[in-house]
């Protein structure tokens, strides 16, 4: 049987080994086995685009939402300079503390009682002006409890603006008598709650108006409830944090016109930078920066509808501007606290002050001897940036940033009309913003 | 094809030049087509099964050990994407009943000689299982630990299998031979054409191309 097997499996192998026609080559299978290898080809090139296409829209959503957040926080910093500034820091949120010190102590301003001397000081002109406009204080002044109590219900809003400004509209107007009496009666609990609140929020002001839909509560309960409290103060901490990062810049750099440096002269800048990591590789940033940038150049550089009597030999500039940098960075070395990237963007200038002199070939002066040119002239998007950034991470939280850069112009600037140039070195210092909100 | 001739085709494909790629594709054309039938159900899922494998010859080409025998290679690799195509679908044959096929004699071979397209029809007729144990078993020379391992079944299921599809082409040949004993007029191949669809009108130089590639 063995050997039955044996001769039927030398049939088939024979038999098979050799094909009397090999099967006909067909062109459908080759255009097959290309669509297969096309396929296949044409996926590291998405791959490589969509970081792009992704930091590009990172970075417009990033600039967007960095703009949207901006404007509502610098209103409760202003009250808070405010009131500050009315009442010097006193020390210690203690539970030994008076009910207007918890109050205070609640609101997050660090230093002292402020929030005592501003209830008494409500009904006289000390009162801010906005406060007295404020439509609720007016209407509801009087009804308003503490916001102490956090019940949750009424009115409860999510959005950290709308926080921040109920408790900036509300805070002065609360019933002084109802606040005390309610705390004096629940002095334990309510510095309890302090110290639940003090453990968990942070310095943030963007935190702190968790608390406000107390404010906008009516409630008389004499005993909050605590865990109601930490839940609701707690809330915020689950938002996102962006991470990014804040840099401290300064350089020295060579200014020129017409892509030379032979007759550039030194300026100098220094500003801030604002940092987000999309990814492990990809870094968007901006920022701005006051630029101090003095250059020569000749007559033929520089664009006027002035018509000289006797045309100056040379021009010697003096711009002072606002840069505000658009940058997309990739990293191309990363090991240890060691990390390179290159980077490109644009940057517009915002120039603050144009001051020209006009240098003549004779002794006596035939001509005007220069002209300022104050807030005027706007470059929007018009300057190429293109710089390398080497840095160098000190610990968690600080790292040393050395980037020399290149600036070229993609279309004239300033008053003068001139391509300006611009080379050097920036040597600053970033924090991670991220390890300041982390508790 | 030339030894050296060969070396330019594949220092083309590891350029990933398209040309040098569709030659090879075209010269080794018969020689995959002719393993990845044996393992499949038709032409059609063995052009698939095959183009798989090319694509692993051309993005892997740089794998490759010029110092062994290209064909071996290749052949390997057919080989390795008929098994993973059929793996999945193996189990599923595997309680298939062979009641009729175990009556079947043991003692008679075909009287007449089987052409390949004959040999090819019944191998295209037995259930997966079966079939990718015969190829491995009876034409490839692997053990049924070898094959077990390969397939990732047991050694006994291996020889089960091989059994059962010997079973089942002895009663194919059976079939065949009565066929042809019944009709003076049977020309060989008419029971069990497998499903090649051999252009009869070959392009000679095709076949001339493939056939000094397989000498």
Excluded at chain 1, 33 to 50: C, G, N, S, T
């Amino acid at each position: 049987m063995k050997e039955k097997d044996e001769e039927l499996d030398n049939v088939f192998r024979k038999g098979l080994e050799d094909p009397v026609n090999d099967a006909a080559y067909r062109e459908a299978d080759w255009d097959a086995m290309e669509q297969m290898l096309d396929k296949h080809k044409k996926r590291p090139a998405v791959i490589y685009w969509l970081p792009l296409i992704g930091s590009a829209a990172a970075l417009i959503l990033i600039f967007l939402g960095w703009l949207f957040f901006k404007s509502p926080v610098v209103k409760p910093e202003q009250n808070g300079q405010l009131v500050s500034a009315q009442h010097p820091a006193a020390g210690g949120t203690g539970s030994t503390q008076s009910p207007k010190d918890e109050v205070k102590a609640v609101t997050g301003i660090s230093g002292g009682p402020t929030r005592q001397s501003a209830d008494n000081d409500r009904q006289k002109e000390q009162t801010p002006v906005n406060y007295a406009r404020s439509p609720d204080v007016a209407g509801r002044g009087r009804k308003s409890k503490s916001f102490l109590s956090l019940s949750p219900g009424e009115g409860r809003r999510d959005t950290v603006t709308n926080h921040q400004n109920d408790m900036v509209n509300k805070q002065p107007v609360e019933t002084l008598a109802e606040t005390q009496q309610k705390k004096t009666n629940n002095k334990d609990t309510i510095a309890g709650q302090n110290m639940v609140i003090n453990n968990t929020l942070t310095n943030s002001n963007k935190v702190l108006p968790a608390d406000t839909p107390a404010n906008k509560q009516a409630t008389k309960s004499t005993s909050p409830n605590t865990e109601k409290l930490a839940k609701i103060v707690t809330k915020p901490r689950s938002t996102f944090r962006p991470q990014f990062a804040l840099g401290v810049m300064a350089s020295s750099d060579l200014n020129g016109v017409n892509s030379s440096f032979q007759q550039s002269k030194v300026g100098g800048n220094f500003g801030l930078q604002f940092s987000a990591a999309l990814s492990k590789k990809w870094t968007v940033s901006t920022g701005a920066s006051y630029d101090i940038k003095p250059y020569l150049t000749g007559i033929g550089n520089y664009h006027t509808s002035y018509q000289f009597a006797t045309e100056p030999v040379s021009i010697s500039a003096n711009c002072r501007m606002i840069e505000i940098p658009l940058n997309v960075n990739y990293q191309v070395y990363g090991k240890r606290n060691n990390k390179i990237s290159l980077g490109t963007g644009l940057s517009s200038y915002i120039i603050l002050r144009e001051d020209y002199n006009f240098n003549y070939a004779g002794q006596y002066n035939q001509g005007p001897a220069g002209f300022s040119v104050i807030n005027k002239n706007r470059n929007i998007f018009s300057i190429l940036n293109l710089d390398a950034t080497y840095q160098h991470q000190i610990n968690s939280k600080v790292g040393l940033l050395i980037q020399p850069y290149l600036k070229v112009p993609l279309s004239n600037v300033g008053e003068s009309q001139v391509r300006l140039q611009t080379s050097g070195v920036a040597v600053g210092l970033s924090w991670n913003l991220n390890s300041l909100t982390k508790k | 094809m030339g030894e050296e001739e060969l070396r330019q085709l594949i220092g083309g494909c590891i350029k990933q030049d398209r040309s040098s790629q569709k030659m090879l594709y075209k010269a080794f054309y018969g020689f995959s087509m002719g393993i990845c039938l044996r393992y499949a159900n038709n032409r059609e899922e063995a052009a698939e099964v095959m183009n798989q494998g090319f694509y692993k010859v051309f993005t892997r080409i740089t794998t490759y050990d010029t110092a062994r025998p290209f064909k071996a290679w290749l052949g390997k690799i057919m080989m390795n994407v008929s098994i993973d195509y059929y793996r999945a679908n193996l189990k599923m044959a595997y309680t298939e009943d062979l009641d009729k096929a175990e009556h079947v004699s043991n003692g008679d071979m075909p009287d007449r000689k089987l052409n390949y397209d004959d040999l090819l029809g019944m191998i295209q007729k037995l259930p997966n299982a079966y079939r990718t144990v015969f190829n491995l078993f009876a034409i490839e020379g692997y053990s049924h630990d070898e094959i077990a391992g390969m397939l990732d079944i047991s050694s006994g299921t291996s020889k089960s299998n091989l059994h059962k599809a010997r079973q089942k082409l002895k009663q194919m040949i059976s079939d065949a031979d009565s066929a042809s004993n019944n009709n003076t007029g049977y020309s060989s191949g008419m029971g069990y054409s497998p499903i090649v669809a051999i252009n009869k009108v070959v392009d000679m130089q095709s076949v001339i191309f493939n056939k000094n590639i397989r000498g």
